[in-house]
């Protein structure tokens, strides 16, 4: 299952537009690493964004954990985002029903679909969660990944559902590009893969997390990308420990093709 294609050839397979740009700009920068800026200030956000954007495809919020919230906070990621080349993916987990979801990507204090190029959604609710947010996300050329496994120890995700959210992936080709997952699904190559649950030094937190390093995920699991939160984010210096699991990641890649 696992692909030998490079980023750069993978290019021209993919039919949505962000997962072009996204593979052009990870060939181009030479990177595969994803930040989970999982911090909760403005301050903090953008201090990441500007120090780690050289370094990273994909700048990962959880928008509804920072304390001081502003549309002035993400006009100035999305300059960020232009002046270092990422993308910026608000991990949402959209769970609800169709008409709910639509409201929770258009409108509240949030407004995610007006500054969120990726957004990620459950499988769970069936079609209609997919109807709902394609229904805001689809005329801004927005996408979506949808969660096919989780990182969790105790996950209870199966084998049959997580095939059931891949064949859901393949109806909704015009808006989702891939899967949040611990390793490649399909033997297809049009799909993008992120998978979170990545360090150097710990197997687990105390909350259930679990770690793989970035070889395994990358070049044995056959992910795209690897997104790292703590491991930088909680280090005394990110940036260098950003550019030691970018340079990881890079080799591993590198090895599978
Ligand atoms: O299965 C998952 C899916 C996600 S998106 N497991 C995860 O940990 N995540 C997210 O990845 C999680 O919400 C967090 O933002 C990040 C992992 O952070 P870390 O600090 O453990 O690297």
């Given at each position: 299952m696992i692909t030998k294609l490079t980023y750069e050839q993978r290019i021209t397979q993919m039919q949505h537009p962000l997962a072009k740009q996204l593979l052009q700009l990870m060939s181009h920068k030479k990177t595969n690493l994803a930040l989970a800026a999982d911090v909760t200030s403005a301050d903090e956000l953008l201090t990441l964004a500007d120090k780690l954007g050289p370094e990273i495809c994909v700048f990962k919020t959880h928008i509804d954990i920072i304390d001081d919230f502003s549309i002035?906070?993400?006009?100035?990621?999305?300059?960020?985002?232009?002046?270092?080349?990422?993308?910026?993916?608000?991990?949402?987990?959209?769970?609800?029903?169709?008409n709910t979801v639509?409201?929770?990507?258009?409108?509240?204090?949030?407004?995610?679909?007006?500054?969120?190029?990726?957004?990620?959604?459950?499988?769970?609710?069936?079609q209609g969660i997919m109807n709902g947010l394609k229904k805001v996300g689809l005329s801004k050329q927005r996408a979506c990944l949808?969660?096919?496994?989780?990182?969790?120890?105790?996950?209870?995700?199966?084998?049959?559902?997580?095939?059931?959210?891949?064949?859901?992936?393949?109806?909704?080709?015009?808006?989702?590009?891939?899967?949040?997952?611990?390793?490649r699904l399909t033997n297809n190559h049009d799909f993008l893969y992120m998978t979170p649950g990545v360090s150097l030094a710990q197997s687990g937190d105390s909350l259930g997390q679990t770690y793989n390093d970035p070889y395994t995920v990358i070049a044995k699991n056959g992910s795209d990308i690897m997104i790292v939160g703590r491991a930088i984010t909680e280090a005394n210096d990110p940036v260098k420990v950003a550019k030691t699991f970018r340079q990881l990641g890079w080799d591993a890649y590198e090895q599978r093709c």
């Open positions: 002035d906070m993400v006009n100035a990621l999305q300059k960020l985002a232009k002046k270092h080349q990422f993308l910026i993916f608000e991990d949402r987990k959209f769970a609800d029903i169709g639509m409201h929770q990507y258009r409108d509240g204090i949030y407004k995610i679909v007006e500054w969120a190029d990726l957004i990620n959604a459950h499988s769970l609710p069936g949808l969660l096919a496994q989780m990182s969790g120890s105790e996950t209870l995700f199966t084998e049959e559902y997580t095939k059931k959210t891949v064949n859901m992936a393949e109806e909704n080709r015009d808006f989702v590009i891939g899967f949040i997952a611990q390793q």
